[in-house]
C-alpha cells in the first residue's frame, strides 16, 4: 500500500529534551515537506526537500533541522523543544515534476506536547 | 492580513443538503486550487484540485474557482454523514517549488 508513515503518533516531552519524528514515504517521491497544524492558523509548512541532500526553509522553520539522506525518510529534529513547539505534525510526500500539479500525500500525523 | 482565508464553522447541515465550503485568497499568484478533507485523527486527503478558473466536478462534489474575485468554493450535493470532517483549501503558485498554502479549514457536521 503507498503511504506515508510518521513515527511516534503521539510524544508528550519536557521543555529542552531533544527528540526526533520519523517519516518515511514508499512511493518513490522526490519532493518531501514538513507542516505543523494550529488552530486558527491552518497548516504552514516548517522544511522542504526537494531531493537527496537538497533542504530548504518554510515559513516556520525557527527551532527545527531536517535532513534527507535518503530518498525515503525525511526526519524532523527538535534539538530543544520549547512549549511553542506544542502542535500537530505532518509529513507530505510527492513526485516533483515541473510544470505540471504533483499531488502531496499526507502522512497520519504525531502530536506533540512540550510540557 | 492572511493569504487564504476560510471560514472556520462549524457548519452543521441535516443529511440530503447542499453544503458550500468558500475561502477567499490575496495572492494573485496562485494557480491551483485544491480541497482537502480530514477527518479527526488523520493526515489531509485530497478531494480534488483545480488549475486556474473554472469548474471542476467529481461526483457529489464541485470545485469553483473564479479568479476575478479570488474566491473558491467547493459544493457537496447530497450531503452524507460520513461527509462529516474538516475541509481545507489550499493554493500554489506555478514554480517555486510545491509548497501549499492552507486556509484554516472549515469543521462540517451533516445530521441524520
Known amino acids: 500500500e503507498a503511504q506515508v508513515t510518521q513515527n511516534p503518533r503521539y510524544l508528550i516531552t519536557v521543555t529542552g529534551k531533544k527528540l526526533t519524528v520519523t517519516c518515511s514515504q514508499n512511493?518513490?517521491?522526490?519532493?518531501m515537506s514538513w507542516y505543523r497544524q494550529d488552530p486558527g492558523l491552518g497548516l504552514r509548512q516548517i522544511y522542504y526537500?526537494?531531493?537527496?541532500?537538497?533542504?530548504d526553509k518554510g515559513d516556520v522553520p525557527e527551532g527545527y533541522k531536517v535532513s534527507r539522506k535518503e530518498k525515503r525518510n525525511f526526519p524532523l529534529i527538535l534539538e530543544s523543544p520549547s512549549p511553542n513547539q506544542t502542535s500537530l505534525y505532518f509529513c507530505a510526500s510527492s513526485s516533483w515534476t515541473v510544470g505540471t500539479y504533483n499531488e502531496q500525500f499526507f502522512g497520519p500525523g504525531t502530536r506533540l506536547t512540550v510540557l | 492580513q492572511k493569504e487564504v482565508e476560510q471560514d472556520p464553522g462549524p457548519l452543521s447541515v441535516p443529511e440530503g443538503a447542499i453544503v458550500s465550503l468558500n475561502c477567499t485568497y490575496s495572492?494573485?499568484?496562485?494557480?491551483?486550487f485544491m480541497w482537502y478533507r480530514q477527518y479527526s485523527r488523520k493526515g489531509p486527503e485530497l478531494l480534488m484540485y483545480t488549475y486556474s478558473s473554472g469548474n471542476k466536478e467529481d461526483g457529489r462534489f464541485t470545485a469553483q474557482v473564479d479568479k476575478s474575485s479570488k474566491y473558491i468554493s467547493l459544493f457537496i450535493r447530497d450531503s452524507q454523514p460520513s461527509d462529516s470532517a474538516t475541509y481545507l483549501c489550499?493554493?500554489?503558485?506555478?514554480?517555486?517549488?510545491?509548497?501549499?498554502?492552507f486556509g484554516t479549514g472549515t469543521q462540517l457536521k451533516v445530521e441524520l
Open positions: 526537500s526537494m531531493n537527496v541532500e537538497v533542504t
Open positions: 489550499a493554493m500554489k503558485v506555478t514554480g517555486g517549488g510545491n509548497k501549499l498554502t
Open positions: 495572492n494573485s499568484a496562485f494557480q491551483y
Open positions: 512511493m518513490n517521491h522526490e519532493y
